[in-house]
Nanobody
Framework: QVQLVESGGGSVQAGGSLRLSCTASGSIWSIPTMGWYRQAPGKERELVADIISDDTPTYSDSVKGRFIITRENAKKTVTLQMNNLKPEDTAVYYC???????????????WGQGTQVTVSS
């Protein structure tokens, strides 16, 4: 059974930094895309950043220049370094992976349990 386990998050003042990590485990053939989404109270879940297996990242406009996403394919890990955090970054952050459990299987989407990030002004 595939699992995504997140670590990191917490509370920080505006201008501070936090790092989120997520590791995938279980029967996995390949993970073409790993990334992070977030959901603030009363808002829809939105993409923060994702990265494909050749290390090409994509960022939402709201975090470009402040957040950095990296991945270690051998460890099935994705990390989000969040710098210059703003109060509007406050949300629950979810790890996301689009993966295949075997070479025959179609891509499936998995989610972590979510981790809270709170930025105070």
């Amino acid at each position: 059974q595939v699992q995504l386990v997140e670590s990191g998050g917490g509370s920080v003042q505006a201008g501070g930094s936090l790092r989120l990590s997520c590791t995938a485990s279980g029967s996995i053939w390949s993970i073409p895309t790993m990334g992070w989404y977030r959901q603030a109270p009363g808002k829809e879940r939105e993409l923060v950043a994702d990265i494909i297996s050749d290390d090409t990242p994509t960022y939402s406009d709201s975090v470009k220049g402040r957040f950095i996403i990296t991945r270690e394919n051998a460890k099935k890990t994705v990390t989000l370094q969040m710098n210059n955090l703003k109060p509007e970054d406050t949300a629950v952050y979810y790890c996301n992976a689009k993966l295949r459990e075997t070479w025959r299987r179609a891509l499936e989407t998995y989610w972590g349990q979510g981790t809270q990030v709170t930025v105070s002004s």
